[in-house]
């Protein structure tokens, strides 16, 4: 996801980083990177332009009390924030009330599996939530979003017949003791005037609290008119831009439904139910910066962690300890999200570390030798791993019917992750805890 403003951003940190001082040299030599990180991006030109002259006359004029290297990176990070919508917006939503989303787009953006996404997203977060499927166009789209909320555990109401509004008749007082209901409508490969009708019609029958819009990231810049096109419609309340993951125009997907004065809600980062976050422009730009975002790692992982390795992990955490018990759990935490290597971005620090590529590519089998491991150990061993010399190394190799290389291997990831962690002091770790323990897990 926009690898090359990635690439960019840490270029132009790394040129500050290691500037003597801060000249107009300097100065023009970071605004033409970052000019080119965001247009291959496919930010707008007119949007890339004003940003970096702003940068630079503010740079160039501005006096503070800090560093002129520490307020060229705060500019950058202030700056793409604003472009990307200053602020996090979310949906409200109460409990024990009944609420409809409608989401449109055209044919192909992603509506039906992003029906189910937000329904799984907000069923996690205690709402008692249903997807509907009105798309009676399209040859098995309700049969997809059936099989999708079925794997999803999720309530699925459909209806065959000729028309949308004649389908959602038939279910509409079904869904009536939900709490929320998502509904999936038809697309089209355009905004004709069939389509225009259907969702006027539509939004006048099921009178939903939101509406909201769902774009490809790879359609770019063009979604700007899309937003404006459906806009005319029906009131657009927000944004959902889908296929983030694998789009380099992101970017301009973004920045585009943004110049429309319409908020970006979430984006769909991968093909899976829970690969869906709600989108907070600072976190995102910090993640492009690579400053980090501990907290986009704890919103994904109290989608899939269990309640004893929470309790677990923040224990440790808050009494500023990285032991080996820790360090299992934690690794067997963020595997259940998905590849390690998705969220190097996501830990603060991690992205100044050279590390192999395949350091994280840590398999089943060998976790389950771990397991075995440190179960071998004893408590003061776990608790205390540098103690490990050659003769407890055999031992524990024996106990764990593994060789002794495989330990050592093991030991080596645990150095590996506790130098990352190393950059909090105990003070921090503590805080880290109990910002991690403030969220409801399940």
């Known amino acids: 996801m926009l690898d090359r403003l990635k690439s960019s951003i840490k270029n132009i940190i ?46 160039a004029s501005e006096k503070t009390s800090i560093s002129k290297k520490e307020l060229l990176i705060k500019l950058i990070y202030d700056k793409l924030t604003e472009i990307l919508g200053k602020e996090k917006t979310e949906l409200e939503f109460k409990k024990k009330k009944h609420q409809r989303v409608m989401l449109v787009g055209l044919y192909g953006c992603g509506k039906t599996t992003t029906s189910v996404k937000l329904a799984f997203y907000y069923k996690k977060r205690g709402f008692k939530v249903a997807v509907v499927g009105l798309d009676v166009h399209r040859p098995a789209a309700q049969e997809q979003l059936k099989q999708l909320a079925e794997k999803a555990d999720i309530s699925c109401f459909i209806a065959k017949a000729d028309t949308a509004i004649q389908s959602w008749e038939k279910v509409k007082e079904k869904v009536n003791e939900y709490e929320i209901v998502f509904i999936d409508t038809a697309g089209r490969h355009s905004l004709d005037k069939e389509l225009e009708q259907e969702l006027k019609q539509l939004y006048e029958a099921i009178e939903p609290n939101y509406v909201i819009l769902v774009i490809p990231a790879d359609i770019g810049q063009i979604a700007k008119e899309q937003a404006k096109g459906f806009n005319k419609i029906v009131p657009i309340n927000g944004i959902i831009i889908t296929r983030m993951d694998g789009s380099a125009r992101g970017g301009g997907a973004i920045t585009s439904c943004v110049e429309t004065g319409t908020k970006v809600l979430f984006i769909g980062t991968g093909e899976k139910i829970k690969d869906i976050e709600a989108f907070d422009p600072t ?33 440790k955490l808050e009494e500023g300890k990285f032991t080996l018990d820790a360090f299992y759990e934690q690794i067997k935490a963020l595997q259940s999200v998905g ?21 994280f590519q840590v398999q089943e089998k060998k976790m389950k030798k771990w397991k075995y491991i440190i179960d071998s150990m004893t408590p003061e061993e776990r608790e205390n791993p540098e103690i490990l010399n050659a003769s407890r190394i055999q031992r524990i190799a024996k106990g764990a019917s593994v060789t002794a290389s495989e330990v050592r291997e093991m030991l080596k990831y645990y150095k590996m992750i506790k130098q990352m962690i190393g950059k909090y002091d105990e003070k921090s770790l503590s805080k880290l805890a109990k910002r991690f323990g403030k969220f409801k897990l399940f």
């Open 14 to 59: 790394n040129k500050i980083s290691s500037a003597i001082f801060v000249d107009k040299k300097l100065i023009d030599e970071i605004t033409k990177e970052l000019q080119r990180g965001l247009l291959q991006a496919d930010v707008d030109v007119e949007i890339v332009l004003r940003l970096t002259e702003e940068i630079k006359r503010i740079a």
């Open 339 to 359: 590849p390690l290597n998705k969220l190097i971005d996501m830990i603060p620090g991690l992205n100044n570390i050279r590390l192999s590529s395949n350091i």
């Open 283 to 315: 976190r995102f730009i910090a993640r492009v910066l690579g400053i980090g975002d501990i907290e986009g790692i704890i919103e994904k992982i109290k989608l899939s962690i269990e309640k004893e390795t929470e309790k677990k992990l923040k224990k």
